[in-house]
């Protein structure tokens, strides 16, 4: 095997998510560099970075040159589904391999992908779990017009339902849509007791802003809860200290937790990028994705993608979440579900937290449903009961 590896860094950090794909590349460089300071491996991972700039097409035009002409086998990156479903063919035609570092919408496995970040069960479903014990049966919905949003609003529609509640509203915005009046309008008529936030990018940070604003003219939604699960540090200080605090979040991932790994990594990640940078869920993916990529070539001694994915599926990596280590059925993650409350200096109140790396469910056929009475109804979409426990 070449001593010295190219690997595609595919990001947007510039466009309508350029927050989050900024803190996805700067995980994943800040990967590189460790990997190729220390003396574990024998080899360099050699970075090649494009940007697509949250367009599409661009995506295409960037993964055909890396595997075309770049030589490139491995490709980190992708924050959309949209961008990643663009890509796959591609994939699959130069026989190439995504490592998707993104939380997502599930319901998808392929051989070209390694999927590192959190699927339905490892986000919304939690969440869901937590808001329909203690908030409300009944939820607004808002999302933006993509995969996404849709199959997330399917699940937490039958979620209510099965619940006996209802989605009171379910609404969709373009992507990089900042123009939130007609929502903002709606929930002032509604007054929901808990709104779910599927937008992504600038529409969210302005849908946070414009909600804080009404809260300021109508005592009546001060007990509003909002919740995401793509929320997270950098955007919380994007969104500003009199928007960003009190919201809701289901990650795998906050800043604040309590860990050697962890304490290290914020330490590392702020003497690179500065001593107010706070990684995030998506920093955090990202990072944990190159240094997985980098046993598995270890352990392959081949770019060769299926020699690779054979040596990923026996190993593991201690990240600062806590281990993670993929599903060989699946080829998604083991990963460590928590739930938090941001606060105005741009990081999250841990309120909850698995005992243990929850198994990835993209197609949520292990789920079961419980609903008020004693009889336990088998769904498709469900209770995860993965046994959160309340951290004090």
Sequence with gaps: MNSRIPVGILFSTQGPYATVGRSMRDGAMLALEEVNQGTRFPFELVPIECDPAGDTAAYSNHVRSLLRHEGVKHVIGCYTSSSRKEVIPIFEKYDGLLWYPSHYEGFETN???IYTGAVQNQHVLPLMDHVLEHITRDVYFVGSNYVWAWENGRIIRELTKAHGGKMIAERYLQVGDLDVARIIEEIHEKRPAFIMNMLIGESSYAFYRALAKARDENAALQKTVVGSCTLCEPELAQIGPQACAGHLASSVYFSTIETEVNTQFVASYRQRYGHDALPSADAEASYNTVHLLALALAGA???DIDRVKKALHGTSFQAPQ?????????NHSYLTV?????REDATFKVISEANAPVRPDPYLVWAEACGESSAH??????QNNIGLRIVR
């Design 111 to 113: 051989n070209n992908v």
């Design 322 to 330: 806590g281990k993670i280590y993929v599903d060989p059925e699946s």
């Design 301 to 303: 001694d081949s770019v």
């Design 377 to 382: 109804t088998e769904t498709p979409i469900a």
């Design 338 to 342: 928590r739930l938090g409350i941001s």
